[in-house]
């Protein structure tokens, strides 16, 4: 009898190892940037070994691709997962803008990425297949939500499904982008849990009032 464990055990320790690996990549990078992190540590801080990693994942370089492959993946699986159905158009994009919002000041890891990633202006996203159309699933959404408030007659004609994506991103994005900076020059943390329901409320009415605005 073999002293082996079953194959799919060691399947399930693979995953979790590797899932493992991702979470404190994620956490090393974001905090450090793609030059300050180490894969040694990053190995150290797992039950893992940084050839281990490198048998995962091929290197650096793939880890870090990895780890914005996942953290992109889990904003536009909440975006696809937004249920607008029987909402008006107005309603449908403000509950898409305050999902979006959510999101962001809940991930502030993501955010860090996504800052560290135009830094190196982009130079490793675009070497992911994975990430090549990750942006069309929110784009096809808006435009959907855009095409109904213009046959209701309710937003204007010139909207464009991109523009309004960028206009709600920047907004979730700032809180924690800027929250040091910010809430030196002016006193004001703009993640405050206080505030938190000012600034979604706030967010969801720009966007309404930039699409109900006539041209």
């Known amino acids: 009898m073999s002293d082996q464990p079953p194959k799919n055990s060691r399947l399930?320790?693979?995953?979790?190892?590797?899932?493992?690996?991702?979470?404190?990549a994620t956490r090393e990078?974001?905090?450090?940037?793609?030059?300050?992190a180490r894969v040694d540590?990053?190995?150290?801080?797992?039950?893992?070994?940084?050839?281990?990693?490198?048998y995962y994942f091929g290197g650096k370089e793939q880890l870090?691709?990895?780890?914005?492959?996942?953290?992109?993946?889990?904003?536009?699986?909440?975006?696809?997962?937004?249920?607008?159905?029987?909402?008006?158009?107005?309603?449908?994009?403000?509950?898409?803008?305050e999902l979006t919002f959510d999101h962001h000041t809940a991930h502030a890891d993501f955010i860090r990425l996504v800052s560290i990633e135009n830094i190196h202006r982009a130079e490793h996203l675009v070497k992911s297949e994975t990430l090549a159309k990750a942006g069309t699933p929110v784009i096809d959404l808006i435009s959907g939500i855009l095409a109904r408030g213009r046959e209701q007659g309710v937003f204007r004609d010139d909207t464009d499904a991109v523009d309004v994506h960028m206009m709600i991103s920047s907004f979730a994005v700032f809180p924690v982008a800027n929250q040091y900076t910010f809430g030196?020059?002016?006193?004001?943390?703009?993640?405050?849990?206080?505030?938190?329901?000012?600034?979604?409320?706030?967010?969801?009415?720009?966007?309404?009032?930039?699409?109900?605005?006539?041209?």
């Open 12 to 24: 399930r320790d693979a995953v979790r190892t590797q899932a493992e690996i991702l979470d404190v």
């Open 41 to 54: 540590e990053i190995a150290a801080l797992t039950r893992t070994t940084k050839r281990m990693i490198y």
């Open 184 to 215: 030196t020059l002016f006193g004001r943390d703009p993640l405050d849990p206080e505030r938190r329901a000012h600034y979604r409320r706030m967010l969801g009415d720009m966007v309404v009032a930039y699409l109900s605005a006539r041209s």
């Open 64 to 97: 870090y691709i990895k780890v914005l492959e996942r953290a992109y993946t889990g904003i536009r699986e909440a975006e696809q997962a937004v249920d607008v159905t029987g909402l008006d158009p107005a309603e449908a994009i403000r509950h898409l803008a």
């Open 29 to 36: 990078f974001a905090e450090r940037g793609y030059a300050g």
